[in-house]
């Protein structure tokens, strides 16, 4: 389902090197986001830094409620080490600043050097559910599984 999301460009040097956030193809879920810096950054081992994409996004336009996650894109997880510094992104949808990537150089050795507008990593939009708590002392439904966690249904 499409919903309707306003896009702010922040730094017009996405447009000029074509590097608008876009769908790759059709049934793709999320779309890149791109490191919006001047020059290469060297990210030292075991070590995280704070990359601008230069973009921010209103997805209060959307019909429903619903919330930004950024993914690391797996090919820089795998093969250079490049994650995110706080595991799962998330953008809440009335957040309208810039949207910054907490890149994590994983490598215990190697510097990660991250390039001008290289796809760091990707945003999916999901919808949301906001909860109104009722607190309770005792659940109104049992479940075979109860408080059981970490393992309890085996491996």
Same mark, same amino acid.
């Given at each position: 389902?499409?919903?309707?999301?306003?896009?702010?460009?922040?730094?017009?040097?996405?447009?000029?090197?074509?590097?608008?956030?876009?769908?790759?193809?059709?049934?793709?879920?999320?779309?890149?986001?791109?490191?919006?810096?001047?020059?290469?950054? =060297?990210?030292?081992?075991?070590?995280?830094?704070? @990359?601008?994409?230069? *973009?921010?996004?209103?997805?209060?336009?959307? #019909? $429903?409620?619903?919330?930004?996650?950024?993914?690391?894109?797996?090919?820089?997880?795998?093969?250079?080490?490049?994650?995110?510094?706080?595991?799962?992104?998330?953008?809440?949808?009335?957040?309208?600043?810039?949207?910054?990537?907490?890149?994590?150089?994983?490598?215990?050795?190697?510097?990660?050097?991250? =390039?001008?507008?290289?796809?760091?990593?990707?945003? @999916?939009?999901?919808? *949301?559910?906001?909860?109104?708590?009722?607190? #309770? $002392?005792?659940?109104?439904?049992?479940?075979?599984?109860?408080?059981?966690?970490?393992?309890?249904?085996?491996?």
């Amino acid at each position: 389902m499409i919903r309707n999301i306003e896009l702010k460009i922040l730094d017009n040097r996405l447009v000029e090197k074509d590097c608008v956030p876009k769908y790759a193809t059709e049934d793709s879920g999320a779309f890149d986001l791109v490191a919006c810096i001047d020059k290469k950054l =060297e990210v030292p081992p075991l070590s995280v830094s704070l @990359v601008p994409t230069g *973009i921010s996004v209103n997805m209060m336009t959307a #019909v $429903e409620a619903c919330v930004g996650l950024i993914f690391p894109r797996s090919g820089n997880g795998h093969k250079r080490g490049m994650v995110l510094g706080n595991s799962t992104g998330v953008i809440d949808q009335d957040y309208h600043g810039q949207i910054f990537v907490s890149v994590l150089n994983r490598n215990p050795d190697t510097y990660l050097t991250v =390039e001008p507008f290289e796809r760091i990593a990707q945003f @999916v939009i999901v919808p *949301i559910i906001t909860a109104d708590f009722k607190v #309770v $002392e005792e659940f109104s439904q049992k479940t075979q599984r109860g408080s059981g966690g970490f393992g309890s249904t085996g491996r």
